[in-house]
T-cell receptor, first 114, second 113 residues
Framework: DQQVKQNSPSLSVQEGRISILNCDYTNSMFDYFLWYKKYPAEGPTFLISISSIKDKNEDGRFTVFLNKSAKHLSLHIVPSQPGDSAVYFC?????????????FGTGTRLKVLA | EPEVTQTPSHQVTQMGQEVILRCVPISNHLYFYWYRQILGQKVEFLVSFYNNEISEKSEIFDDQFSVERPDGSNFTLKIRSTKLEDSAMYFCASLRDIQETQYFGPGTRLLVL
């Protein structure tokens, strides 16, 4: 039962262009969403978050959009840089358990080509 | 900037042996978590810990697993009798307040032979 899905396992983008990473979820109770960036053999690094009461959050080159009716969020990186090459995970917080654990998607490997 | 640390970074063990993975969460954090990632798969929740007790555990977290906060700074994950399928990256995470972001450690790569 995959509650958080990232349907694109990989994405290649030219340097300077926009990268769009997508994430879908099934549980309308999820109240907070995070994007993490992960390099091989390292822990996930927090990138940007969005609360379910918002539809957009921006931080520098990174913007996250949330469409609650579609249960879809996306991460936009503009402009993309070679250093952005990593695996990106979206994670959704489940408040129903009381511990607010995060449920992760399977990740999208982004490769930014110089 | 404060960060979550984990030791060791790598551990190789024989099947059936006990391993203890150590984490030092950020000092003023109150909620602690263990996640794992089997190679090529997603990050999976194992257990959460608050107020010196387990608050939630996943179905992965069976009787072979235990967690402890022995001294107010360390947070450990023990696997009593390792199996081949326990081979994974294990990540510790902590947060100060439920409304805030979880911060992850760099992980321990466990290989069970």
């Amino acid at each position: 039962d995959q509650q958080v899905k990232q349907n694109s396992p990989s994405l290649s983008v030219q340097e300077g262009r926009i990268s769009i990473l997508n994430c879908d979820y099934t549980n309308s109770m999820f109240d907070y969403f995070l994007w993490y960036k992960k390099y091989p053999a390292e822990g996930p690094t927090f990138l940007i978050s969005i609360s379910s009461i918002k539809d957009k959050n921006e931080d520098g080159r990174f913007t996250v959009f949330l469409n609650k009716s579609a249960k879809h969020l996306s991460l936009h990186i503009v402009p993309s840089q070679p250093g952005d090459s990593a695996v990106y995970f979206c994670a959704a917080r489940d408040p129903s358990s009381g511990t607010y654990k995060y449920i992760f998607g399977t990740g999208t490997r982004l490769k930014v080509l110089a | 900037e404060p960060e979550v640390t984990q030791t060791p970074s790598h551990q190789v063990t024989q099947m059936g042996q006990e391993v203890i993975l150590r984490c030092v969460p950020i000092s003023n954090h109150l909620y602690f978590y263990w996640y794992r990632q089997i190679l090529g798969q997603k990050v999976e929740f194992l257990v959460s810990f608050y107020n010196n007790e387990i608050s939630e555990k996943s179905e992965i977290f069976d009787d072979q697993f235990s967690v402890e906060r022995p001294d107010g700074s360390n947070f450990t994950l023990k696997i009593r009798s390792t199996k081949l399928e326990d081979s994974a990256m294990y990540f510790c995470a902590s947060l100060r307040d439920i409304q805030e972001t979880q911060y992850f450690g760099p992980g321990t790569r466990l290989l069970v032979l």
